[in-house]
């Protein structure tokens, strides 16, 4: 089992200590926290182990789980590397381009695995269908949230969108050949509300829109390709699945069949796939110890991180 320990014990971190601690993968060690008061309180109610600094946890690991606030990922990430740690960061990588490749490049001189936390790739929906999506050429998304005062110190694309640009980028085989966007800034000193358009050089066009300030929540994505349409419900967790084929000379009196212009014709069916119900984040977490044990590439890689939040922050500059 591979020794773990969380740095940072907030909302998400306590989630993070709880799955690693019921994992039979990793042994928590224990986690650091800045904020004493709280730490205290999780030994008490949990009993997991305190550390005094960060580079007392570092040394008693293997692998080092940031759960920190983003505008510490670099520092935390750079101090876990030099002591020879694989990473697990919590999305996005970093704050900046710069810091996300130096990650990565430390990363790689030492000889280290490092996964980020975009828990959407993991979401048993996605999961159930994403094998299905083949060479999408309109993507549609939509990511709203009530409103929540954590978060907020960034903006909406780094708080909410990121996780379906790294969803897109990883379903579309292109680059990406431009990216206009707008945000508006309402309750937050950081944009609430934004939506981008990505056009990709294999024609693919993405319309994302991502607001923390909706009366009710949403998680959807639709992707349409040649003879298919797909909706993944992330929030429900349910898909959606409508595909055509060549319609038979006698369909079946109940089938559904469309005629173009052309004349051509068009039986359309449904595919309800399976959908295995699970805790995302302890696949995720689970995964990358089986990245490290096996030295296979992990499932979000530090790259892929890197890219989704370079095109975050190519969104928030056409602000």
């Not at 690693?20 to 999780?42: C, M, R, T, W």
């Not at 449904?270 to 096996?294: G, M, R, V």
């Not at 499932?299 to 991180?305: D, E, H, I, N, T």
């Amino acid at each position: 089992m591979l020794k773990a320990g969380v740095l940072g014990a907030g909302h998400l971190g306590k989630i993070h200590l709880r799955l690693l601690h019921q994992s039979n993968k990793y042994d928590l060690v224990g986690f650091y926290d800045p904020d004493e008061k709280n730490a205290k309180k999780i030994v008490k109610e949990f009993g997991y182990q305190y550390f005094a600094t960060i580079d007392e946890l570092i040394d008693a690991v293997d692998v080092v789980d940031i759960v920190t606030p983003t505008l510490s990922h670099y520092e935390c990430a750079e101090k876990a590397i030099a002591k020879g740690k694989h990473i697990f960061i919590e999305k996005p990588i970093a704050n900046s381009a710069e810091e996300a490749t130096k990650i990565m490049k430390l990363a790689e001189e030492h000889g280290l695995k490092g996964q980020v936390g975009h828990v959407e790739r993991f979401n048993p929906a996605f999961l159930s269908v994403k094998d299905k999506i083949e060479n999408p050429m309109f993507i549609e998304a939509h990511r709203l949230a009530e409103f929540n005062p954590r978060g907020t110190d960034v903006p909406v694309v780094l708080d909410l969108m990121i996780h379906d640009i790294d969803v897109i980028l990883s379903v579309v085989k292109s680059d990406v050949k431009a990216i206009s966007a707008s945000g508006v800034s309402v309750i937050s000193h950081s944009p609430d509300i934004a939506n981008a358009r990505i056009e990709f050089e294999n024609g693919c066009v993405a319309n994302l829109t991502a607001s923390r300030i909706s009366l009710k929540n949403m998680r959807k994505s639709r992707f349409f390709q040649k003879d298919a349409y797909i909706a993944v419900d992330f929030l429900e967790k349910k898909v959606e699945v409508v595909k055509m084929k060549e319609a038979p000379k006698k369909p079946d009196e109940f089938a559904l069949v469309l005629q173009n212009a052309e004349g051509e014709k068009k039986q359309i069916y449904f595919e309800n796939p399976k959908i295995s119900q699970n805790n995302a984040i302890l696949d995720e977490l689970e995964t990358f110890a089986d990245a490290i044990n096996n030295n296979t590439t992990p499932v979000v890689s530090l790259s892929q991180g890197a890219k989704a939040l370079d095109i975050a922050l190519q969104i928030i500059e056409q602000f």
